[in-house]
C-alpha cells in the first residue's frame, strides 16, 4: 500500500521546515526582548543626561572659547529660564568648505538639546568639539553664577545693610 521510502521523502523536508520554524520563533523572541532592554536603557541613559544637562542656570549671556581645528572659536551663549537660547560665534578661522555645515548646524542641534551633548559633524570633528567644549564651559559658568546667587553671605550682606538702615533712621 504505502512505500515507506516515498513517506520519509515527505516527512523529512516537513520536519526540518517545521523545527527551521520553531528555532526562528524562539530566536526571534529571545532577541526582540534583548533589543528591548537595550533600547528602554538607553532611553533612561537618554533621558538622565537631558535632565542633568543643565540645571539651576543663571540667565545671561557668556562669551566663551573653544579649541577648533585652525584655532580658537569665540562663542556667545545665551541663557534664559534654564534654557540656551542663542549661540552666536563671535569668532572662528575654521574652513568654510569643511567646517561650515557645523559651524551653521551644531549650535541650532545645542539649543534644540538644550545641551552640549550632541552628535559632531562628520568630517569637521574638532570644529564640532570646539564649539561644544565652549558650550560646556558657558553651562559651567552660568551654573556656577547660579549657586553662588543663593548664598549664605548674600543672606547676611542683607540682613546687615538692613540692620544699618534701622540704626540711621
Known amino acids: 500500500m504505502f512505500n515507506k521510502k516515498k513517506l520519509d521523502h515527505i516527512w523529512y523536508p516537513i520536519l526540518i521546515v517545521v523545527a527551521a520554524i520553531a528555532l ?69 578661522d575654521e574652513t568654510p568648505d569643511i567646517a561650515g555645515d557645523a559651524l551653521e548646524g551644531l549650535p541650532k542641534d545645542i539649543i534644540e538639546a538644550n545641551s552640549a551633548d550632541v552628535d559632531t559633524y562628520s568630517g569637521a570633528t574638532n570644529t564640532s568639539n570646539g564649539i561644544k567644549e565652549a558650550v560646556k564651559k558657558a553651562i559651567e559658568e552660568a551654573s556656577s553664577g547660579a549657586t553662588e546667587k543663593g548664598t549664605p553671605n548674600d543672606d547676611t550682606d542683607a540682613d546687615s545693610n538692613a540692620s544699618e538702615d534701622w540704626e540711621e533712621g
Open 24 to 92: 526562528t520563533f524562539v530566536g526571534y523572541h529571545a532577541g526582540g526582548a534583548g533589543i528591548q532592554e537595550d533600547e528602554s536603557a538607553k532611553n533612561v541613559a537618554e533621558t538622565t543626561e537631558e535632565n542633568t544637562a543643565i540645571d539651576h542656570v543663571e540667565s545671561g549671556t557668556y562669551e566663551v572659547t573653544g579649541k577648533g581645528y585652525n584655532g580658537d572659536i569665540v562663542l556667545s551663549v545665551t541663557f534664559k529660564d534654564n534654557k540656551i537660547t542663542a549661540i552666536d560665534i563671535i569668532e572662528q
